[in-house]
C-alpha cells in the first residue's frame, strides 16, 4: 500500500516517526516545500519563505542528537514575531523589509525545541482587521479567517504541520474554524510575548495550530514548558460535564450551525456526557463590548508612533479603531478595566457544575474574502477574561465549508482543556 506523502502528516505522528528516526527531517521539510511550491501561488499563505535554511537545519537535526519535544518538524510562524533571519513586517507597508535583531521568545523557544522555520506566513495589518492576500484552501473566493490567516491555511493546506498564531480578539478561533484545523488560545499569560508586535497589552496572547488536538498539545507543551499539557491519555467521556454556552450572539449563528450543535449536544448525551445549558450570567452580557472598547484603547498606545509619523499608511478601518481609542480618556479606561478584571473572578462561577464550556467559534461557514475577515463576536468576551479556548472542527455547512466549536476551559486548566478536547475530536470527529 503505497504511504501517504509526508507532508500530510499530523505534528504528533511525525514527530514519533522523526524520534525513532524512521523518517529524516530533511525529507518532511522537502515534501512541505513541494506542497508549498505546488498551493501557495493559490493560497498565498507565507510573506517570507527561506528553503535553503530550512533544509540545511533539518540536515543538521538528521545527524545530531533529538533536540526537544519539536525535533524536525517544519514550523510557520505568524508575521507578528520577529525572526533575526527573516523580515518581519507586521502586516503593514510600514514595516516593508524591517529586519530585527533577534528572535521573539516563541521562535527562540520553538528552535530551541527542534522546529525547523520553514518561513513567515501572512497577518492582517497589525493583527486587526485590513485583510491579507490569503485564501481559504476549502474555496479560494472565501476568507480564511482572521489576523492568523496565513497560519491557519497553511495547516489546513497541508504546507505545514504546526504554525503560531495569536489572538486579541478571536485570531486564532475563528481562522481554525473557516479553515478547519485545531486552533488553541491558551489561558492568558502562559505564554511570552516579548518580541511581537504588541497590539493589547491585556489581551494579546500566543498560540497555535494543528490538524489535531494532539498536534496543537504538542506545540502547546513546547511553548509554555509544560509537559502536562501533552495529551497522554484520554479521559472517559462517562460524567463529563460540558456546559452548553450558547453566548450572546446566538441568533446570528446559521442554521447548519445551529444543526450541528444538536447532532453533537445529542451524540454527547448518548455516551453518557451531562450537557447541561448554561444561562448567561448578568455579568457576562457585556464583555464583548468590553473587549472592543479596552482593544481601542490598548491599540492606540501600542500604535502610537505609527499613528503619528505614518497615517497615510494606516487603513481606514484601523484609524477608526485607534481614534476611538485616542478619545477615551485614562479614567474611562482604568473603570473598564476593574469591570473585566472583575469578570475574570466570576468566570470560576461558570466552572462550578462543568469541566469545561462548548460556545460557537463563529456564527458558520467563512464568508466571501472581499467582505473582510469574519466576525470577531464569538472570541471577545473569552479573550477579555484569558480563558484558554480551543477550536474543533466537526463537521461542514452546506457549502462544504468547515464547521465547529470551541471549548472553553478555567483559567490555567489548559492541560484538562486539550486533554478532553482531545476525547472529544477522538470519539466524534467529523459529525
Known sequence: MKQPPLHRLGAADAARLLARREIRAVDLVRSCLDRIDEREPEIHAFVHLDADAALEHARRLDTGALHGLLHGLPLGVKDLFDTYDMPSSYGSPIYAGHRAMAD???VAICREAGAVVLGKTVTTEFATFKPGPTRNPFDLARTP?????GSAAAVADCMLPLALGT?????I???AAYCGVVGFKPSFGRVPRSGMKLLSESLDTVGCFGRSVEDAALMGAALTGDKDLLVQGMPELRGLRIGLFQGTAWDRVSPETVQLWEE????????GIVARDVPIPSWFSGLSDLQADVMAVEASMSLSDELRRHPELLSANLMTMLEKGQQTD???HSQNMVVASAAKAKAFELFRDHDVLLAPSAAGEAGWAHEGTGDPMYGRSWSLIGLPCLHLPLGRGKHGMPLGFQLIGKAFGDANLLSVGASIQRQFGSL
Open 104 to 106: 521573539a521568545a516563541v
Open 330 to 332: 485614562g479614567r474611562t
Open 264 to 271: 453533537l449536544v445529542a451524540r454527547m448525551n448518548a455516551e
Open 167 to 171: 489572538q486579541t480578539a478571536a485570531s
Open 173 to 175: 478561533v475563528r481562522p
Open 145 to 149: 479567517g482572521g489576523s492568523s490567516s
